[in-house]
Nanobody
């Protein structure tokens, strides 16, 4: 099983980034996909969730209206489009695959830094 995030980097406040997470080794379309983020010394926080068929999404209040989660089951990839980025969005972003039967997989994370 692999989840490989990409697309992180340094961006100025107000800018945009698009994170990608490519999955392999499991049946991607059966899994709920989530993006989390973590800053040093703090807990990992849930940012966005998308159901297995992509019909429903949910967001943390702090990112609503700015971030959009989407998925392409044919490519086994989940995305996080991040707009109007703020310095407080700086974190390591992690991709997570969850199945109701208890399977839970994580990527290695990608750093996002929002700074002028």
């Amino acid at each position: 099983v692999q989840l490989v995030e990409s697309g992180g980097g340094l961006v100025q406040p107000g800018g945009s980034l698009r994170l990608s997470c490519a999955a392999s080794g499991f049946t991607f379309s059966n899994y709920i996909m989530r993006w989390h983020r973590q800053v040093p010394g703090k807990e990992r926080d849930l940012v966005a969730t998308i159901t297995n068929a992509g019909g429903s999404t949910n967001y943390a209040d702090s990112v609503k209206g700015r971030f959009t989660i989407s998925r392409d089951n044919a490519k086994a990839t989940v995305y996080l489009q991040m707009n109007s980025l703020k310095p407080e969005d700086t974190a390591v972003y992690y991709c997570n695959a969850y199945h109701w039967a208890g399977y839970n997989y994580w990527g290695q994370g990608t750093q996002v830094t929002v700074s002028s």
